[in-house]
């Protein structure tokens, strides 16, 4: 079965900062790995995927991941965080079936502070 | 675009009533839609799935004649809540994936609170 994994629970940076957010995985075969943001009380937003091809995988709003096959991990960076980049953060893999279902991190809150 | 709406985006009904809530995706065809329904500070949680044209597929523990799913074209798909309850209280929010594309786009999710 395919997962995803958030180790943490909350990311705090200064603005400005480089921000990280992790996310591991364990898929059978080729994964299909995603990011989106949540903000309060709104549906999720997709940031970027990574189905193949470079492992560093740019997105929307200047974030960016790097997919480590290794290590089965896509983390999710951006270079210099903005308070307005504070939210819920959502690792997702899709499952190798047709119905194309995601499997969802626990999410990660992230809190960029001025 | 991959525009996804909901509608409502709150309501508040009495126990016992039933409420539906609508999925539309605006500018791209949706084979596949997904309900998902979310609590406070955790993630999404998959209640079921549907393709356009047939009977949705739900996950366990979703109790189908409770949550109804109906997928009658290719941009609209409805959840019906059944004889509501307080305890089905929650965020929901559907996504939507178009024909030949591996993203789920998401609506903006409805508060539903049941008195």
């Known amino acids: 079965a395919q997962s995803v994994a958030q180790p943490e629970d909350q990311v705090n940076v200064a603005e400005g900062n480089p921000l990280t957010v992790k996310c591991t995985y364990s898929?059978?075969?080729?994964?299909?790995l995603f990011w989106y943001v949540q903000y309060p009380n709104r549906g999720l937003q997709f940031l970027l995927k990574?189905?193949?091809?470079?492992?560093l995988v740019k997105g929307s709003y200047g974030f960016e991941a790097e997919f480590n096959k290794s290590q089965t991990s896509f983390h999710l960076k951006k270079p210099s965080a903005l308070v307005s980049d504070s939210a819920l953060y959502f690792c997702a893999v899709r499952d190798q079936d047709s119905w194309g279902k995601f499997q969802f991190g626990a999410g990660t809150q992230v809190v960029v502070t001025p | 675009g991959a525009v996804v709406s909901q509608h409502p985006s709150w309501v508040i009904c009495k126990s016992g009533t039933s409420v539906k809530i609508e999925c539309r995706s605006l500018d791209f065809q949706a084979t596949t839609m997904f309900w998902y329904r979310q609590f406070p500070k955790q993630s999404l949680m998959l209640m079921a799935t549907?393709?356009?044209?047939?009977?949705?597929?739900?996950e366990q523990g979703v109790e189908k004649d409770k949550f109804l799913i109906n997928h009658a074209s290719l941009t609209l798909s409805t959840l019906t809540v059944t004889s509501a309850h307080p305890e089905d209280s929650s965020f929901y929010i559907c996504?939507?994936?178009?024909?030949?594309?591996?993203?789920?786009?998401f609506g903006p999710g409805t508060r539903l609170t049941v008195l």
């Open positions: 996504s939507a994936r178009g024909i030949s594309t591996d993203t789920q786009y």
């Open positions: 898929v059978s075969g080729n994964p299909y």
């Open positions: 549907s393709n356009e044209g047939s009977k949705a597929t739900y």
């Open positions: 990574y189905i193949t091809g470079d492992n």
